[in-house]
């Protein structure tokens, strides 16, 4: 049997042991922690840097999340996220860093490549599908950055100033989907501040929402370095403190047991959380012998790359090109590819296929870099090399994107457009070869502008992981038929989007002024119109919608999906829900559900959606939570949130009137269903008889009725307002006065 632990030692396991380990003590194995997301980052510990960022043991490299997301296929990122628990338990690795399912509020954040997505759904949907991947292999998951970490400009210290309905509808329901459908094995606070209070002694959100709302069984470890004050943290929540170790937080939170601030018992449920992960861990099955699984892992890589991609653009049906032709290759990016992003999810891939040698197996190719990574070269002489390329071949693939140093994580990027000597080779390229494809290499959103209308075919790859280069062939060539669709918004000027004002904040504080409409969710309510909408993706087919039903109160949705074109391709139908303008402002259409098919040519599916009522919900400040409000919503079914294929209503029920008090407004007497006719007929030629009662009450309708009361000469109209609350909020009477109402 082991000793009881001291309290030293129980204070030394909420720390860390060193960059990625957690603490041995007697009876207690230490466990190991390793970057995610899109592909293991182990790094040896005889190279551990001071920032943790140093070599680590190759890796497959799949798509990072900005590109994943855009498939839309939870099957999908479930094998990946299975994948990379398979390489994690060949390392030793217990828990996997991932995933991030942090909303892209701005296209500025600099690692929006390792996010899903603007839209909560999306993310969230996409977050349960890694996480029970991973969680398949015997290998945690850390959920991460919890809460509102949508931006690295300042991101240790900056307060993200958060009302609560926009917390509860954007940035909080991808890890509430997670959470409660995967138990994902920990959550990873954020470094910054959340209304002030940061994250990682944030008691409402570390405990009252994860744990007491959400049910949240798992450990919460700090991001790496996110602790200021331990005992403050350990008190909202925060179990294990990384890295470590920190002999500082460990000599506080004994002086605080023993001066008797701090509860003993804080300390053991924490310690009892780290115990419960190292107990899981233990228990993983049959490790996978080192090496077996590159391959395999590769063609998968391959595979999420082809559905990473977004054809944004295709006019004339450019592609897919024929193998036959001759092609000018240009851009060093087909040489030179780039993967994925910077910081600390990057991995060493375990070998990179490049677009260039891929294209020349099929077709053949000349190549020209048009432009220089990295050193400063003579761009005209790369862009006149270029055009001369351009203009002997019977087709252009020309790649331009972001260079790498433009985004990463820690710091933001200030604009959205590509280097300019790359905007003037697409534009000197485009006046020579009209059958010019702009292929797009980018981790955040790049601005199409000005260039867009030159050229008939845009494929946006984002970063495509080690295989990416083998999988735009394929696409290109229609090996594949590309079926990505824009997890975010290509706004036409960064100036459109509407953080725009409030990103990235100042003196250390970001207001989140635009409330719940981020990304399309404002887009689409102003009517402000953006180079490609959220959703929008092209493929080598068509597809068509009919018969929709909507059934059961709009718990049901069908609608058929046919491919009236030519080639086999996949369809991701999008079902939006409009709410009617109740007490809340609330966006024209919000994503309720999404499903991805595959059809062959000719053949028809019939697409049901279940809808729960959280689907029709608002969050309602006033209701404390969850609120459907009455009246018709509007049901669409999509091909992007600008592109409605079908639509049609539902009407729903709002919830039964509140109890009416003296401090209920006059709208709230005027719209219950039995002060409200009585109301109606008592103050019938009493009040503004020339405009009628109810648009004279409405002149007072937002006054609480203690206020109305104490108007002279009004409230002697009121005197029997006693009577009308006991009508209102007793049954019995109620019964009675609905009984007189009716003789
Ligand atoms: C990042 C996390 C990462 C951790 C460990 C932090 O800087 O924000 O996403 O998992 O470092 O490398």
Same mark, same amino acid.
């Given at each position: 049997?082991?000793?009881?632990?001291?309290?030293?030692?129980?204070?030394?396991?909420?720390?860390?042991?060193?960059?990625?380990?957690?603490?041995?003590?007697?009876?207690?194995?230490?466990?190991?922690?390793?970057?995610?997301?899109?592909?293991?980052?182990?790094?040896?510990?005889?190279?551990?840097?001071?920032?943790?960022?140093?070599?680590?043991?190759?890796?497959?490299?799949?798509?990072?999340?900005?590109?994943?997301?855009?498939?839309?296929?939870?099957?999908?990122?479930?094998?990946?996220?299975?994948?990379?628990?398979?390489?994690?338990?060949?390392?030793?690795?217990?828990?996997?860093?991932?995933?991030?399912?942090?909303?892209?509020?701005?296209?500025?954040?600099?690692?929006?490549?390792?996010?899903?997505?603007?839209?909560?759904?999306?993310?969230?949907?996409?977050?349960?599908?890694?996480?029970?991947?991973?969680?398949?292999?015997?290998?945690?998951?850390?959920?991460?950055?919890?809460?509102?970490?949508?931006?690295?400009?300042?991101?240790?210290?900056?307060?993200?100033?958060?009302?609560?309905?926009?917390?509860?509808?954007?940035?909080?329901?991808?890890?509430?989907?997670?959470?409660?459908?995967?138990?994902?094995?920990?959550?990873?606070?954020?470094?910054?501040?959340?209304?002030?209070?940061?994250?990682?002694?944030?008691?409402?959100?570390?405990?009252?929402?994860?744990?007491?709302?959400?049910?949240?069984?798992?450990?919460?470890?700090?991001?790496?370095?996110?602790?200021?004050?331990?005992?403050?943290?350990?008190?909202?929540?925060?179990?294990?403190?990384?890295?470590?170790?920190?002999?500082?937080?460990?000599?506080?939170?004994?002086?605080?047991?023993?001066?008797?601030?701090?509860?003993?018992?804080?300390?053991?449920?924490?310690?009892?959380?780290?115990?419960?992960?190292?107990?899981?861990?233990?228990?993983?099955?049959?490790?996978?012998?080192?090496?077996?699984?590159?391959?395999?892992?590769?063609?998968?890589?391959?595979?999420?790359?082809?559905?990473?991609?977004?054809?944004?653009?295709?006019?004339?049906?450019?592609?897919?090109?024929?193998?036959?032709?001759?092609?000018?290759?240009?851009?060093?990016?087909?040489?030179?590819?780039?993967?994925?992003?910077?910081?600390?999810?990057?991995?060493?891939?375990? %070998?990179? !296929?490049? =677009?260039?040698?891929? #294209? *020349? $197996?099929?077709?053949? +190719?000349?190549?020209?870099?048009?432009?220089? /990574?990295? %050193?400063? !070269?003579? =761009?005209?002489?790369? #862009? *006149? $090399?270029?055009?001369? +390329?351009?203009?002997?071949?019977?087709?252009? /693939?020309?790649?331009?994107?972001?260079?790498?140093?433009?985004?990463? $994580?820690?710091?933001?990027?200030?604009?959205?457009?590509?280097?300019?000597?790359?905007?003037?080779?697409?534009?000197?390229?485009?006046?020579?070869?009209?059958?010019?494809?702009?292929?797009?290499?980018?981790?955040?959103?790049?601005?199409?502008?000005?260039?867009?209308?030159?050229?008939?075919?845009?494929?946006?790859?984002?970063?495509?992981?080690?295989?990416?280069?083998?999988?735009?062939?394929?696409?290109?060539?229609?090996?594949?038929?590309?079926?990505?669709?824009?997890?975010?918004?290509?706004?036409?000027?960064?100036?459109?989007?509407?953080?725009?004002?409030?990103?990235?904040?100042?003196?250390?504080?970001?207001?989140?002024?635009?409330?719940?409409?981020?990304?399309?969710?404002?887009?689409?309510?102003?009517?402000?119109?953006?180079?490609?909408?959220?959703?929008?993706?092209?493929?080598?087919?068509?597809?068509?919608?009919?018969?929709?039903?909507?059934?059961?109160?709009?718990?049901?949705?069908?609608?058929?999906?046919?491919?009236?074109?030519?080639?086999?391709?996949?369809?991701?139908?999008?079902?939006?829900?409009?709410?009617?303008?109740?007490?809340?402002?609330?966006?024209?259409?919000?994503?309720?559900?999404?499903?991805?098919?595959?059809?062959?040519?000719?053949?028809?599916?019939?697409?049901?959606?279940?809808?729960?009522?959280?689907?029709?919900?608002?969050?309602?400040?006033?209701?404390?939570?969850?609120?459907?409000?009455?009246?018709?919503?509007?049901?669409?079914?999509?091909?992007?949130?600008?592109?409605?294929?079908?639509?049609?209503?539902?009407?729903?029920?709002?919830?039964?009137?509140?109890?009416?008090?003296?401090?209920?407004?006059?709208?709230?007497?005027?719209?219950?269903?039995?002060?409200?006719?009585?109301?109606?007929?008592?103050?019938?030629?009493?009040?503004?008889?020339?405009?009628?009662?109810?648009?004279?009450?409405?002149?007072?309708?937002?006054?609480?009725?203690?206020?109305?009361?104490?108007?002279?000469?009004?409230?002697?109209?009121?005197?029997?307002?006693?009577?009308?609350?006991?009508?209102?909020?007793?049954?019995?009477?109620?019964?009675?006065?609905?009984?007189?109402?009716?003789?």
């Amino acid at each position: 049997m082991t000793r009881e632990l001291t309290l030293e030692e129980k204070a030394a396991i909420t720390v860390g042991a060193g960059y990625w380990r957690t603490v041995a003590a007697p009876g207690l194995e230490s466990i190991v922690l390793a970057d995610g997301p899109h592909g293991l980052r182990r790094q040896q510990e005889e190279r551990e840097d001071h920032l943790g960022l140093g070599g680590s043991i190759p890796a497959t490299c799949f798509p990072p999340a900005a590109g994943l997301a855009s498939s839309w296929n939870p099957a999908l990122v479930q094998r990946v996220g299975a994948a990379i628990g398979d390489e994690a338990r060949e390392q030793g690795v217990a828990v996997v860093l991932g995933p991030g399912v942090n909303i892209k509020r701005s296209p500025l954040c600099g690692r929006n490549f390792e996010y899903f997505s603007e839209d909560p759904l999306l993310s969230g949907e996409l977050g349960v599908a890694w996480v029970r991947g991973a969680q398949s292999r015997g290998i945690g998951a850390s959920l991460k950055h919890f809460a509102a970490n949508n931006q690295e400009t300042d991101r240790m210290t900056v307060s993200a100033e958060v009302d609560e309905r926009t917390l509860r509808e954007i940035y909080l329901p991808a890890f509430e989907r997670v959470v409660t459908a995967e138990q994902p094995w920990t959550v990873m606070c954020s470094y910054n501040r959340i209304n002030g209070i940061p994250a990682a002694e944030h008691h409402w959100l570390l405990t009252e929402v994860l744990r007491d709302e959400w049910g949240f069984e798992g450990l919460v470890v700090s991001d790496w370095g996110a602790v200021d004050t331990r005992v403050p943290a350990l008190e909202a929540g925060l179990d294990l403190e990384m890295p470590g170790p920190q002999s500082d937080s460990v000599a506080e939170i004994v002086a605080a047991v023993r001066d008797g601030s701090l509860a003993e018992s804080v300390l053991d449920t924490a310690v009892a959380r780290v115990r419960a992960l190292v107990d899981r861990a233990a228990v993983r099955r049959d490790p996978v012998s080192a090496g077996s699984t590159t391959a395999q892992h590769h063609a998968l890589a391959r595979e999420a790359a082809t559905q990473s991609m977004v054809l944004l653009r295709n006019e004339g049906d450019l592609l897919p090109l024929e193998t036959a032709q001759s092609i000018a290759v240009i851009g060093e990016f087909a040489r030179t590819p780039r993967i994925q992003g910077a910081g600390s999810s990057q991995v060493i891939p375990t %070998r990179v !296929d490049t =677009a260039l040698e891929a #294209i *020349a $197996e099929l077709a053949p +190719v000349e190549f020209a870099p048009g432009y220089a /990574l990295g %050193r400063h !070269d003579d =761009a005209d002489a790369l #862009i *006149a $090399e270029a055009v001369e +390329v351009a203009e002997r071949a019977d087709a252009v /693939l020309l790649f331009v994107g972001l260079p790498a140093g433009d985004e990463s $994580e820690g710091y933001d990027r200030t604009h959205l457009d590509l280097p300019s000597a790359q905007v003037l080779l697409i534009a000197a390229v485009a006046a020579v070869n009209p059958r010019t494809v702009v292929i797009l290499t980018n981790g955040g959103v790049v601005s199409l502008e000005p260039w867009h209308d030159l050229v008939p075919a845009v494929l946006e790859t984002w970063l495509l992981g080690q295989a990416g280069g083998s999988a735009i062939a394929e696409v290109v060539f229609g090996v594949v038929a590309p079926c990505g669709r824009l997890a975010e918004s290509i706004p036409l000027r960064l100036e459109d989007n509407p953080s725009h004002l409030n990103f990235p904040g100042e003196r250390d504080v970001v207001r989140y002024g635009e409330g719940v409409f981020v990304g399309y969710r404002h887009y689409e309510t102003v009517g402000r119109a953006v180079r490609y909408p959220f959703g929008h993706g092209l493929t080598y087919t068509r597809f068509d919608y009919t018969d929709l039903e909507i059934a059961r109160d709009g718990a049901r949705v069908a609608v058929t999906v046919t491919n009236v074109g030519e080639r086999a391709g996949a369809e991701v139908v999008q079902l939006y829900v409009g709410a009617p303008r109740g007490p809340l402002a609330v966006p024209r259409r919000e994503l309720g559900a999404f499903e991805r098919i595959e059809l062959e040519p000719g053949r028809a599916q019939r697409v049901v959606f279940e809808l729960d009522r959280r689907a029709y919900s608002h969050w309602d400040v006033e209701f404390g939570g969850w609120n459907v409000a009455g009246g018709d919503y509007l049901i669409e079914i999509a091909r992007s949130a600008h592109d409605i294929a079908l639509a049609g209503t539902v009407t729903l029920r709002g919830p039964r009137p509140r109890r009416l008090t003296l401090d209920s407004r006059v709208s709230e007497y005027l719209e219950h269903p039995v002060t409200g006719p009585i109301l109606a007929r008592a103050t019938r030629g009493s009040v503004h008889e020339d405009t009628g009662h109810a648009d004279g009450l409405r002149m007072v309708a937002s006054m609480p009725m203690r206020r109305l009361m104490r108007f002279p000469g009004v409230g002697d109209g009121f005197r029997r307002i006693g009577l009308l609350l006991a009508v209102a909020n007793n049954r019995v009477i109620r019964g009675i006065a609905s009984a007189l109402r009716r003789r």
